[in-house]
């Protein structure tokens, strides 16, 4: 039987290996984001058309209290009903929840 010290270094460790190896880039994010979801979301207050009432705005998203970085890489990275499959990589989701998770700061 395992004990509980082993048990939690290991469930840290699991958790470091599925952090992304680079930085993640709100800013390219962003771009992700203007050029792929604001055709349904509004993904930024100074957006000027798109969107759509019957989807949350990514700063909605943000505010969530269930939102966070491990939620968004999930719900990005499963397909979805009534959303696109982009089919994003790794680093283009962890770079979009990045942005996402940049907008809870601002007003």
């Not at 505010?63 to 696109?84: D, E, I, K, Y």
């Amino acid at each position: 039987m395992f004990t509980r010290p082993f048990l939690v270094s290991a469930m840290l460790c699991g958790l470091a290996a599925a952090q992304p190896a680079q930085a993640q880039d709100a800013g390219a994010g962003e771009r992700i984001a203007q050029n792929w979801c604001s055709r349904c979301h509004v993904v930024d207050s100074g957006q000027q058309k798109g969107g759509s009432d019957a989807v949350p705005t990514f700063s909605s998203i943000a505010r969530r209290a269930s939102t966070s970085q491990a939620s968004l890489t999930v719900f990005l990275a499963t397909p979805h009903r009534g959303m696109p499959d982009f089919n994003l990589t790794r680093a283009e989701i962890q770079n979009v929840v990045a942005y996402i998770l940049s907008l809870r700061d601002r007003p």
